[in-house]
């Protein structure tokens, strides 16, 4: 198993990274860490290739630097091959507001990373996945695509943009056997949601949810909302009237506003 991941130093990501290695630990597994913390990524190799017997290429870059995940990309190819999935994870979250000037750099930030973030990932991997006649690239969005929610107007954005994006890849990438999975999370217990102080129905910790992802993308769904209670209040969301999801989210509870970087 070749396995590359973005956003692996933290939260989802470090839990897939450790659900790969458990669950491949004596098939020569291979694994790509991607994120922006050094020191948290060597962390995390010296753990996984000490637990779980595997072989870590670890690359502290930001997702925005395309130039820098080229670079990456073209190291674990050369050293590994084409690989089998790989999962653009990276993202951040940041309550915004449209009236504060100061809010237009963190949906700048929200949307170059968690959109263009994903393009930047994929792009460098597609013509060996192509060449090798197989492969899986595989998003991360989110629940909060379905619907703008208030306060969260860039991350809602960023996700929604993400979907679509994901959607239109998925079918570009049917003519060269390339497999697209969109993964939608609800609430998951990572330092991203930690810092909210309101009610998250359904939180699932990071590992039980590392689980499901890697069991999703095994079986090739093309989307999926994870956890399943949060797939039925997406499709609630879809087709609430938008006078009714005016009155109903006028009064939800906003993410704390946070700087970006």
């Known amino acids: 198993m070749k396995v590359f991941i973005t956003g692996a130093s933290s939260g989802i990501g470090e839990a897939l990274a450790h659900e790969y290695a458990?669950?491949?630990?004596?098939?020569?597994?291979?694994?790509?860490?991607?994120?922006?913390?050094?020191?948290?990524?060597?962390?995390?190799?010296?753990?996984?290739?000490?637990?779980y017997q595997v072989k870590c290429a670890i690359y502290p870059l930001d997702v925005?630097?395309?130039c820098a995940l080229a670079t990456a990309a073209t190291d674990f190819i050369q050293q590994y091959g084409s690989p089998d999935v790989v999962i653009a994870n990276a993202g951040v979250s940041s309550g915004t507001l449209t009236e504060h000037q100061q809010d237009i750099a963190a949906f700048q930030a929200v949307m170059d990373i968690n959109v263009l973030g994903l393009v930047h990932t994929f792009q460098p991997f597609i013509k060996a996945m192509r060449d090798a006649g197989k492969g899986q690239l595989v998003g991360i969005a989110s629940v909060a695509g379905v619907r703008g929610l208030p306060g969260a107007s860039a991350y809602s954005a960023s996700k929604?943009?993400?979907?679509?994006?994901?959607?239109?890849?998925?079918?570009?990438?049917?003519?060269?056997?390339?497999?697209?999975?969109?993964?939608?999370?609800?609430?998951?217990?990572?330092?991203?949601?930690?810092?909210?102080?309101?009610?998250?129905?359904?939180?699932m910790d990071a590992d039980i949810a590392a689980?499901?992802?890697?069991?999703?993308?095994?079986?090739?769904?093309?989307?999926?909302?994870?956890?399943w209670q949060m797939g039925w209040v997406a499709r609630l969301m879809r087709f609430i009237p938008p006078m009714l999801w005016d009155f109903l989210a006028k009064n939800a509870p906003h993410k704390s506003r946070i700087n970006v970087e």
């Open 22 to 51: 458990k669950r491949y630990r004596n098939e020569n597994t291979k694994i790509g860490l991607v994120a922006r913390r050094s020191e948290h990524l060597q962390n995390l190799q010296n753990m996984l290739e000490e637990n």
């Open 64 to 66: 925005r630097d395309n």
């Open 160 to 203: 929604a943009a993400a979907i679509a994006y994901l959607e239109s890849l998925r079918v570009e990438m049917l003519h060269h056997n390339i497999a697209v999975t969109t993964i939608a999370p609800g609430y998951i217990r990572t330092p991203m949601t930690d810092i909210n102080s309101y009610r998250m129905p359904f939180l």
């Open 211 to 227: 689980g499901k992802f890697v069991n999703v993308i095994e079986n090739k769904r093309r989307f999926v909302v994870i956890p």
